[in-house]
């Protein structure tokens, strides 16, 4: 029997929706070099096998990277967090014949000040989705 799996690239498009829908910054998948902070960027890292007895389960590793205009203040950054973390409480859309069961902050990764000056910080999510039911 065959089952639905998420790919990468249709997880990411939903959390690049989330958060352009909810963060109130510019969200991209490609940086564009001509790019003026503030932004934030997503990216799935990883995904492993997380499957009960009973039922096909994939976590995927995402991190959220929010990028404040150059200064030395951390505010801004500070506030990206927030919003960041804010936009991914609202919950993902899946396609068809695959739900999402979780989406859990791991905690902010990294907090950096730049070669450019402007402040990195990097926010870690997992997300668990299922794909159906284990048939015996």
Sequence with gaps: MMYRKLGFAELA????????ENSGFPVYDAV????????LFAEVIGKRDSSSKTTWKETFTVNLHCIAKPSPARTEVYEMIQAAEEAMTAPLSMPPGVECLRQ???GVQSMQLDET???HAVLG????????????
């Design 125 to 136: 999510y997992e997300i668990m989705t299922s794909n159906g039911l284990k048939i015996k």
């Design 117 to 119: 000056g402007e402040w």
């Design 32 to 39: 564009p070099d001509d790019a003026e902070s503030p932004f």
């Design 104 to 106: 859990t902050e791991t």
């Design 13 to 20: 498009a939903a959390v690049l929706e989330v958060l352009r």
